[in-house]
């Protein structure tokens, strides 16, 4: 089965039910043919309840300690993680934890370290002299009273913070401690001159001590929720050389390899390159810029060249290294990496991920379910993609054979998969148009011939023969999506 990812949440998802609705959904999403279920960040935030969980503040507490205003994480229980983990097993679905290890909020007590301030977009450039400052880097966690782990985190255990006064605006300030000194961690991109802070206190990798305790967390959490796949947040503000050492414990420890996706938010494909040589392949990424080029398409309407879909993404220069995506909480509206693909074009720009041989495509919660929700005082409704559920069921039922494609029109483009001499009613034909009613001649082969086809989506009602060598027109309709399967192969779409 190919691999299919499903991000079963979003940033405004309601409280307390996520791990229930994930029970409930399990056959579902096995009947789809998801192979890895994507959950939220499982411990508890700094905002208790109301986190959505990027916020660390314990990573020890998966709902089951009274802190922070609150025994569950948003999306409840301990026990009920365990149990949702559980029925997706039982379903043959492998679940993904999002593991945050980047920074810490919330702080238990203040303490006193010693600090310079350096420039907000030069984090190499300091702007003051040492000086001693009260900041919140100390976490003991009282509500656990050291259950599962002893240690405290304090400013040793930190690189920096940005706790501003009111008049003083963006600043951070860098810890002087014994592991960097002066000097960020070094990560790979050149953003702010060093990204390796991005917001709260930014956990010091190059502290011995933190980095066993986080090996020790990733063992305990593992073995705690029996999670199968691992997808990192913001990597790009973290050392690789953290990341290769914890995952390759992690891999010899439980003596299997996770498939692990990386979160690096970057459009510049040189440093999406860099960051897979320097892990050598012990991760694929997100296609952050396949996305951006989905929303330009989206935005541009008829004045995007379709055939340009592709160009310097990930997907189409290291496919093997490239997990694609649509839509995701961060490109949410009113969410600072806003970027949410125009409805209208999610039909297109889901087709181009799932019904593609290249890439893992991950399916977002919205796209499938639909929902409405509230952020800051304005109403969003979200209506399912149209044809999601057949694009699904294509992928898991019909793709077999050769994949060609005929990307020679600014806004017509399409693609087919042949089926085999084995599978003859595998196979499918997708025509896509940003512009005006259009249509593609093509040749599937012999293998198609004299074969009808029907469109799935509905816009066409009657079905296109090809004739003895494969060949026919498949039309599709302005601003839309087409996709023609043989008659015989409907059942497998139901």
Known sequence: MRKTIFQFFHWYYPKNKLWKD??????HLEWLGISDVWLPPAYKSSAGSNGVGYD?????????????????TKYGTKNQLINSIKTLHQHNLNAMADIVLNHKNGADETETATVIKVDYNDRNKIVSEAFEKEINTKYYFPGRNKKYSEFVWDWHAFTGVDE???DEGNCIFKILNEHGGEAWDNVIGNEFG??????????????PNVRNELKYWGKWFIETTAFDSLRLDAVKHISPDFYKEWLDYLNETFQKKFFTVAEYWSSDLHFLHEYLNVMEDRVQLFDVPLHHNLYDASMKGKDYNLPDIFNNTLVGTRSQSAVTFVDNHDTQPTQSLESFVDFWFK????????????????VFHPSYYGGSYESNGNKIDLAPVPHLYKMLMIRKNLFDGQQC?????????????????????????????NSDDG??????????GNRKFVDVTGSFAD????????????PVKSRSISIWIKEEALDKIK
């Open 405 to 433: 494609d005929y990307f020679d029109h600014p806004n017509v483009i399409s693609w087919f998969v042949s089926g085999t001499l084995e599978n003859r009613n595998a196979g499918f034909v997708v025509v896509l148009s």
């Open 439 to 448: 249509f593609k001649e093509m040749n599937l082969g012999s293998l198609n």
């Open 463 to 474: 079905a296109i023969q090809t004739n003895d060598e494969g060949i026919a027109i498949f």
């Open 347 to 362: 039909p297109h720009a889901n087709a181009l991920i799932l019904l593609r041989q290249e890439g893992v495509p991950c």
């Open 56 to 72: 660390v503040y314990d990573l020890f507490d998966l709902g089951e300690f009274d802190q922070k205003g609150s025994v569950k």
């Open 194 to 207: 060093n990204f390796d802070y991005l917001l709260g206190a930014d956990i010091e990798f190059r502290n």
């Open 22 to 27: 994930v029970s409930q959904q399990a056959e």
């Open 164 to 166: 501003c006064t009111s």
